[in-house]
């Protein structure tokens, strides 16, 4: 170890404390990003030790990355340069909960499930069923954006956050939107965090709008034989009166991953599941239950079964957790989160299907009914990555169609085919310069995660 | 003003699309707040390209451009307060597509709120922000004050129901973020960009997602002796966790006014009327306004009633969202206020606001979206009085201290503008704002759009500089 290296961690333990500052052993090694790993991993107490950090590692010229959970790391291109890795966990604090008044403020580090439980106590919930729920942290969901299937009923964390705090670039402590449920107050500067990936602010708190649990939920699957009947399906559903609390279709593959377990073993495989949850009073939950019933007769649905009060849960939870089970069942899996229309979803469907054939490679899709499709694709030879190689930027090419108007950003894919920032995000927008003028105004030095976001910022 | 300005701008646009004599201006001087400003010149373009080009040759000439949609705004947002011209979007008023199988609408800026959800009726959709000025207010200028309204409870405000936007930058480029998609890979800029109240770019056209009608609509009238009684049934629904699609609060002073304006039906003599509406399935309507009406009767209304037939059910609406211009009826001036607090600190609040009414000798009326905490106090005053109007200022800068106080904000649907801007250190600190000013300036770099709005003056350091807003000086000390 250099001496001057020797100097920083010496100034990084002056501002945190001896014990949270680490070199070396596992604490580094789970924070890898895309192959790189972090020369410190240090463990900040408050946003006040945060702004210092930032402020040391802009005039030191270091790159920092925000951390908590460590299960979406690999999600981004890959950084231009790491050398420190803060880790949020020990702001893990639920700061304020007035449940009388629906509302919350947390800090980064606080696990979702650990939130949820508390939120449960009083029967309240955030929507975020995301993945890695079992270690993934407030501020990792938000930085990353997680898609949750409860977007279709409750909205996304831009449609529920009400504020935040958090650390710029340049090590100022700053905070946007507040913490009242309705407010134009200032530029919502929060908005531009979420799904940002750590790349214009280390955030430090969140505030949210907290949601009433409903009286009753039950959930039903719907089988099809083909992607068009069960597509049709929803379309009459989102046609109807009916506000399903989720919206999910699964493909064959996709439904095999999901469907594990003895409950589902009446689930007929080869089929395209639609997957519905109904919420609210118990009387509007039997009206689910026979309105489904007959459209889901006359949409010619192989069967529709209802799932078993007690299956519910760890169905929703196999839901939440696709991409993770994905990544599970094929660590090389290339995983895209696209955004289309309900119009374009059965095309897409099929041009994707249609891509993963041309490249020699399987395909599975969970598409939800806010308008989010999850495409994994795997190679046929698993040793091989030239059949991801070839069909990545087929799909990309195949949003752009205009007939598509589709968006796509590849999740996850193994990072040695990660060798420019398109791969990851595609080809560069038109409102690209925007984005940057947002860049350097939060972080002008480009010490926040550089490189791990579309375009290369 | 350079007459070559005039000259330039009259022969970029259509004929009569520019107005420059005194008596052309005066109409757009003011707008819905208390504020004034005198444009140089009033441009209407008819695209995309002429606003492209206007913002070019204000860039020459390095005069001011203000974005006008309605002028109903309640802020100054759309006041020309350092000159300059002002771009009104009348011109630009075409609903450009309505996707119904994607759920979606396509339209220029200047379309009317309420003229969209009548486009779509038929197809059993709606636009969900329905601001009370919703018959006259523009799309356009929702996005730049990312409106609300008495459903944004149920539906929220409006930047939860933009999906894209295309956008003409202060160089005059054009550029589109966003589209139908819910989301965009990159960073979240329609999200960012609306509620910017026009001083980050000016926006030529909209994509917004269109609502399905619910199957059945209950609205409700509790009415009440007492205010406290009043208050506290909101937070308990709020508490026992029913959410109601609006939850409005109109107290007997201001009751009294609607009721000769609009003969609703609201009882003259109590102190405070809810007007709740529940939506959905026929079952949820029918287990929600059960539940409503218990709260609202332990908390001892003397009524609740519900509307029986549609007419009635508009006419309680009409009553609410005609309500401020009903009040011209009893006094020649209103200044309305649009705190935020935390729904539970409701009863103390408006008790604070009937101290405050003593206090400073002033009629103050409360009407209001009581379900989420966004309170709106018209304070009623002659604008000839001017030793009145310093009161109503203070007065209404003690409420807003207030909303402050017990950890609300200042604005809730109506902007910073130029009413509220020498306001933001009340929430904010010198980094939060040094880093808006540089977020702003990062789209507006000579702040030509829309000067002396949303940041605090001393702020801006290449901006334009102009006399205070009388509300925003006082106010401020």
Same mark, same amino acid.
């Not at chain 1, 010229?61 to 460590?70: E, F, S, W």
């Not at chain 1, 791969?423 to 002008?444: A, H, I, Q, T, Y």
């Not at chain 2, 441009?43 to 040759?57: C, E, N, Q, R």
């Not at chain 2, 409106?147 to 894209?164: D, E, I, K, Q, R």
């Given at each position: 170890?250099?001496?001057?290296?020797?100097?920083?961690?010496?100034?990084?333990?002056?501002?945190?404390?001896?014990?949270?500052?680490?070199?070396?052993?596992?604490?580094?090694? #789970?924070?890898?990003?895309? $192959?790189?790993?972090?020369?410190?991993?240090?463990?900040?107490?408050?946003?006040?030790? %945060?702004?210092?950090?930032? *402020?040391? #590692?802009?005039?030191?010229?270091?790159?920092?990355?925000?951390?908590?959970?460590?299960?979406?790391?690999?999600?981004?291109?890959?950084?231009?340069?790491?050398?420190?890795?803060?880790?949020?966990?020990?702001?893990?604090?639920?700061?304020?909960?007035?449940?009388?008044?629906?509302?919350?403020?947390?800090?980064?580090?606080?696990?979702?499930?650990?939130?949820?439980?508390?939120?449960?106590?009083?029967?309240?919930?955030?929507?975020?069923?995301?993945?890695?729920?079992?270690?993934?942290?407030?501020?990792?969901?938000?930085?990353?954006?997680?898609?949750?299937?409860?977007?279709?009923?409750?909205?996304?964390?831009?449609?529920?956050?009400?504020?935040?705090?958090?650390?710029?670039?340049?090590?100022?402590?700053?905070?946007?939107?507040?913490?009242?449920?309705?407010?134009?107050?200032?530029?919502?500067?929060?908005?531009?965090?979420?799904?940002?990936?750590?790349?214009?602010?280390?955030?430090?708190?969140?505030?949210?709008?907290?949601?009433?649990?409903?009286?009753?939920?039950?959930?039903?699957?719907?089988?099809?034989?083909?992607?068009?009947?069960?597509?049709?399906?929803?379309?009459?559903?989102?046609?109807?009166?009916?506000?399903? *609390?989720?919206?999910?279709?699964?493909?064959?593959?996709?439904?095999?991953?999901?469907?594990?377990?003895?409950?589902?073993?009446?689930?007929?495989? $080869?089929?395209?599941?639609?997957?519905?949850?109904?919420?609210?009073?118990?009387?509007?939950?039997?009206?689910?239950?026979?309105?489904?019933?007959?459209?889901?007769?006359?949409?010619?649905?192989?069967?529709?079964?209802?799932?078993?009060?007690?299956?519910?849960?760890?169905?929703?939870?196999?839901?939440?957790?696709?991409?993770?089970?994905?990544?599970?069942?094929?660590?090389?899996? /290339?995983?895209?989160?696209?955004?289309? &229309?309900?119009?374009?979803?059965?095309?897409?469907?099929?041009?994707?299907?249609?891509?993963?054939?041309?490249?020699?490679?399987?395909?599975?899709?969970?598409?939800?009914?806010?308008?989010?499709? @999850?495409?994994?694709?795997?190679?046929?030879?698993?040793?091989?990555?030239?059949? &991801?190689?070839?069909?990545?930027?087929?799909?990309?090419?195949?949003?752009?169609?205009?007939?598509?108007?589709?968006?796509?950003?590849?999740?996850?894919?193994?990072?040695?085919?990660?060798?420019?920032?398109?791969?990851?995000?595609?080809?560069?927008?038109?409102?690209?310069?925007?984005?940057?003028?947002?860049?350097?105004?939060?972080?002008?030095?480009?010490?926040?995660?550089? $490189?791990?976001?579309?375009?290369?910022? | 003003?350079?007459?070559?300005?005039?000259?330039?701008?009259?022969?970029?646009?259509?004929?009569?699309?520019?107005? @420059?004599?005194?008596?052309?201006?005066? &109409?757009?001087?003011?707008?819905?707040?208390?504020?004034?400003?005198?444009?140089?010149?009033?441009?209407?373009?008819?695209?995309?390209?002429?606003?492209?080009? %206007?913002?070019?040759?204000?860039?020459? @000439?390095?005069?001011?451009?203000?974005?006008?949609?309605?002028?109903?705004?309640?802020?100054?947002?759309? %006041?020309?307060?350092?000159?300059?011209?002002?771009?009104?979007?009348?011109?630009?008023?075409?609903?450009?597509?309505?996707?119904?199988?994607?759920?979606? /609408?396509?339209?220029?800026?200047?379309?009317?709120?309420?003229?969209?959800?009548?486009?779509?009726?038929?197809?059993?959709?709606?636009?969900?922000?329905?601001?009370?000025?919703?018959?006259?207010?523009?799309?356009?200028g929702n996005v730049s004050e990312n409106s609300g309204g008495p459903h944004t409870l149920a539906y929220g405000v409006t930047t939860n129901h933009v999906t894209g936007i295309e956008l003409v930058l202060t160089d005059g480029e054009i550029v589109r973020i966003g589209g139908k998609n819910i989301e965009t890979a990159g960073y979240d800029l329609d999200g960012f960009l609306v509620g910017s109240e026009g001083t980050l770019a000016l926006v030529t056209e909209i994509t917004v997602r269109l609502m399905r009608k619910p199957e059945a609509v209950k609205t409700l009238l509790a009415v009440y002796d007492t205010l406290d009684d009043t208050t506290e049934s909101v937070v308990d629904i709020t508490v026992r966790a029913i959410t109601p699609a609006a939850c409005e609060m109109l107290d007997g002073f201001t009751l009294r006014a609607v009721e000769d304006y609009v003969h609703a039906g609201f009882?003259?003599?109590?102190?405070?009327?809810?007007?709740?509406?529940?939506?959905?399935?026929?079952?949820?309507?029918?287990?929600?306004?059960?539940?409503?009406?218990?709260?609202?009767?332990?908390?001892?209304?003397?009524?609740?009633?519900?509307?029986?037939?549609? *007419?009635?059910?508009?006419?309680?609406?009409?009553?609410?969202?005609?309500?401020? $211009?009903?009040?011209?009826?009893?006094?020649?001036?209103?200044?309305? *206020?649009?705190?935020?607090?935390?729904?539970?600190?409701?009863?103390?609040?408006?008790?604070?606001?009937?101290?405050?009414?003593?206090? @400073?000798?002033?009629?103050?009326?409360?009407?209001?979206?009581?379900?989420?905490?966004?309170?709106?106090?018209?304070?009623?005053?002659?604008?000839?009085?001017?030793?009145?109007?310093?009161?109503?200022?203070?007065?209404?800068?003690?409420?807003?201290?207030?909303?402050?106080?017990?950890?609300? #904000?200042?604005?809730?649907?109506?902007?910073?503008?130029?009413?509220?801007?020498?306001?933001?250190?009340?929430?904010?600190?010198?980094?939060?704002?040094?880093?808006?000013?540089?977020?702003?300036?990062?789209?507006?770099?000579?702040?030509?759009?829309?000067?002396?709005?949303?940041?605090?003056?001393?702020?801006?350091?290449?901006?334009?500089?102009?006399?205070?807003?009388?509300?925003?000086? #006082?106010?401020?000390?």
């Amino acid at each position: 170890m250099s001496q001057h290296t020797q100097a920083l961690f010496t100034r990084l333990e002056e501002i945190v404390g001896g014990p949270y500052v680490v070199t070396e052993g596992a604490e580094i090694s #789970a924070r890898e990003v895309c $192959g790189m790993l972090p020369a410190v991993v240090v463990r900040p107490a408050n946003a006040a030790q %945060i702004a210092e950090i930032v *402020q040391f #590692a802009a005039t030191e010229k270091l790159a920092v990355i925000p951390t908590g959970g460590c299960s979406k790391l690999g999600i981004g291109s890959p950084p231009s340069r790491f050398d420190i890795a803060l880790d949020l966990s020990r702001l893990n604090q639920v700061l304020a909960y007035d449940p009388k008044d629906l509302t919350l403020g947390v800090e980064p580090g606080v696990r979702i499930e650990d939130l949820l439980r508390t939120l449960g106590e009083q029967r309240q919930f955030l929507p975020l069923g995301v993945p890695f729920a079992d270690r993934a942290t407030i501020g990792g969901i938000v930085a990353a954006n997680s898609s949750s299937p409860l977007r279709h009923a409750y909205g996304a964390v831009r449609d529920f956050c009400l504020g935040m705090e958090f650390v710029t670039g340049e090590g100022a402590q700053a905070k946007s939107g507040g913490r009242v449920v309705k407010n134009v107050t200032g530029y919502d500067l929060h908005k531009l965090l979420i799904g940002s990936l750590g790349t214009l602010a280390v955030i430090t708190r969140i505030n949210f709008r907290t949601f009433p649990m409903p009286q009753a939920q039950k959930t039903f699957i719907a089988s099809f034989s083909s992607a068009e009947a069960a597509l049709d399906f929803c379309r009459s559903v989102a046609h109807s009166v009916l506000t399903p *609390q989720l919206v999910e279709v699964a493909d064959p593959s996709a439904g095999q991953l999901i469907f594990s377990g003895e409950a589902f073993a009446r689930i007929s495989p $080869g089929l395209w599941s639609v997957i519905i949850t109904a919420a609210g009073q118990p009387s509007v939950v039997d009206r689910y239950a026979h309105e489904l019933g007959h459209m889901a007769a006359a949409a010619s649905a192989a069967e529709f079964v209802p799932v078993e009060e007690d299956a519910h849960f760890a169905l929703f939870e196999r839901i939440q957790e696709f991409p993770r089970l994905a990544l599970e069942a094929a660590p090389q899996a /290339a995983i895209f989160r696209l955004s289309a &229309l309900p119009n374009a979803m059965p095309s897409l469907i099929s041009k994707l299907t249609a891509i993963a054939k041309q490249s020699h490679a399987d395909v599975a899709t969970l598409a939800r009914a806010s308008g989010i499709l @999850y495409a994994v694709f795997v190679a046929e030879s698993s040793e091989s990555l030239e059949s &991801l190689a070839a069909a990545i930027p087929e799909v990309f090419r195949a949003c752009s169609q205009p007939e598509m108007q589709a968006s796509a950003m590849l999740e996850w894919c193994p990072k040695e085919l990660k060798t420019a920032p398109e791969v990851v995000w595609g080809p560069v927008r038109p409102d690209f310069e925007l984005m940057n003028r947002v860049k350097k105004s939060f972080d002008p030095q480009n010490v926040l995660a550089p $490189g791990r976001f579309a375009g290369g910022i | 003003m350079q007459p070559q300005l005039i000259r330039d701008l009259q022969a970029l646009l259509a004929p009569g699309a520019v107005l @420059y004599s005194a008596e052309d201006l005066m &109409l757009y001087e003011y707008d819905g707040s208390v504020d004034l400003g005198s444009p140089r010149c009033v441009v209407f373009p008819s695209s995309a390209h002429d606003v492209s080009g %206007i913002v070019k040759l204000a860039n020459r @000439y390095e005069t001011p451009i203000v974005g006008r949609g309605a002028g109903t705004g309640l802020s100054g947002g759309a %006041i020309a307060r350092s000159g300059g011209i002002v771009i009104v979007f009348s011109r630009m008023n075409r609903i450009l597509e309505i996707d119904e199988a994607n759920l979606r /609408a396509v339209v220029q800026p200047g379309v009317v709120n309420l003229d969209l959800s009548r486009a779509v009726e038929h197809l059993g959709l709606f636009f969900a922000p329905d601001p009370s000025s919703q018959k006259a207010c523009t799309i356009g200028g929702n996005v730049s004050e990312n409106s609300g309204g008495p459903h944004t409870l149920a539906y929220g405000v409006t930047t939860n129901h933009v999906t894209g936007i295309e956008l003409v930058l202060t160089d005059g480029e054009i550029v589109r973020i966003g589209g139908k998609n819910i989301e965009t890979a990159g960073y979240d800029l329609d999200g960012f960009l609306v509620g910017s109240e026009g001083t980050l770019a000016l926006v030529t056209e909209i994509t917004v997602r269109l609502m399905r009608k619910p199957e059945a609509v209950k609205t409700l009238l509790a009415v009440y002796d007492t205010l406290d009684d009043t208050t506290e049934s909101v937070v308990d629904i709020t508490v026992r966790a029913i959410t109601p699609a609006a939850c409005e609060m109109l107290d007997g002073f201001t009751l009294r006014a609607v009721e000769d304006y609009v003969h609703a039906g609201f009882p003259k003599d109590c102190a405070a009327v809810l007007l709740i509406e529940v939506e959905g399935l026929k079952e949820a309507v029918e287990a929600q306004a059960a539940e409503i009406t218990e709260v609202c009767r332990e908390h001892r209304a003397r009524e609740v009633r519900a509307a029986r037939t549609d *007419q009635e059910r508009n006419l309680l609406w009409r009553g609410r969202k005609e309500a401020f $211009g009903a009040m011209g009826r009893i006094s020649p001036m209103y200044y309305v *206020q649009d705190g935020v607090i935390p729904r539970t600190r409701l009863p103390e609040t408006l008790r604070r606001i009937e101290e405050i009414s003593k206090k @400073y000798d002033l009629l103050i009326g409360n009407i209001f979206h009581a379900g989420d905490g966004n309170l709106h106090p018209l304070i009623l005053f002659d604008e000839r009085d001017a030793a009145q109007f310093a009161r109503v200022v203070a007065a209404g800068g003690e409420i807003m201290r207030h909303c402050v106080d017990v950890g609300g #904000a200042l604005t809730g649907e109506h902007g910073i503008g130029m009413e509220k801007n020498e306001l933001m250190p009340l929430i904010f600190t010198s980094d939060d704002l040094a880093l808006m000013e540089r977020v702003r300036s990062a789209f507006n770099p000579a702040s030509l759009l829309n000067p002396g709005k949303v940041l605090p003056m001393g702020k801006a350091c290449g901006e334009i500089r102009v006399p205070q807003s009388p509300a925003a000086t #006082a106010m401020a000390t």
